[in-house]
């Protein structure tokens, strides 16, 4: 199994950036592929990025294209999410999660087994 952090929310302005963390424990990290996921009050979670266990394969939603980046760091078992252009509508909590499917990246959420708590950001307009 693996563990999941989520750090590095909080309030930006529109046009702004963020950048969020997630720091894995236990299983060894490598070994996943990861997601970041979002939920807006009232709105389903929705994919927002996906990144496959080696790197080298990524998958982002339409809404997010251009402005963020997926990324990970295998020595530090961290997830990375840069949040850049920052609009009214990304404000959402933000989840991290693992699947140890093999494959691409998955935009569904039953792909993915470990989930983090979660973290807000909320973008000011």
């Known amino acids: 199994q693996v563990q999941l952090v989520e750090s590095g929310g909080g309030l930006v302005q529109t046009g702004g950036s963020l950048r969020l963390s997630c720091k894995a424990s236990g299983r060894t990290f490598s070994y996943y592929n990861m997601g970041w996921f979002r939920q807006a009050p009232g709105k389903d979670r929705e994919l927002v990025a996906a990144?496959?266990?080696?790197?080298?394969?990524?998958l982002y939603a339409d809404s997010v294209k251009g402005r963020f980046t997926v990324s990970r760091d295998s020595p530090s078992n961290t997830l990375y999410l840069q949040m850049n252009a920052l609009k009214a509508e990304d404000t959402a909590v933000y989840y991290c999660?693992?699947?140890?499917?093999?494959?691409?990246?998955?935009?569904?959420?039953?792909?993915?087994?470990?989930w983090g708590q979660g973290t807000q950001v909320t973008v000011s307009s």
């Open positions: 990144i496959s266990s080696s790197g080298g394969r990524t």
């Open positions: 999660a693992a699947s140890s499917i093999i494959g691409t990246p998955s935009p569904r959420e039953n792909w993915y087994a470990y």
